[in-house]
């Protein structure tokens, strides 16, 4: 009868850690990856990049596209169309209807989920070097972040490339 309890024991074991190693790897998120290429930016790029840039200081505010205020897709959808390019307004829409990449480049979108699940609800536009712009939230401006703080790296959905 011991034998049988060892053996019984040890599936139970096997089970419980391949449970474990299933359930950690349902945790983790897509590794946020990045390719900066020194110049190497189409002139679409670099007119969604400066555009980008014009907007840092820009007050948030929630469903906002202009001067006195924008939000996250709000600055994307202004910045995009600098360029000619014409993206969906919303981050959710934006996120399923843009092509992935599965490295960002300088201009490229990054999707984050950060009202909890895994629904997009917050985008950003990578600047190069391991930075974002974007609007971050209600009281805050238009700025630029490091990717590397790990509040985005376990919010990381997927980025978009829009432009060429």
Sequence with gaps: ???RRSATDGAIRLAIALLIAWVLTGCAGRELATRDEAGALSIDRALILAEARRSLGIPYRYGGTGERGLDCSGLVQRA???AGIRVPRTTRAQFEALPRVAEARPG???FFATAGGRRPSHVGIYLGDGEMIHAPGRG???TTTALA?????ERF???AAPAP
Excluded: N
């Design 157 to 159: 959905l997927g980025a």
């Design 1 to 3: 009868m011991p034998a």
């Design 108 to 110: 490229d979108l990054l």
């Design 80 to 82: 995009y169309a600098r």
């Design 140 to 142: 805050r401006h238009v």
């Design 149 to 153: 703080l790990d509040y985005w790296q």
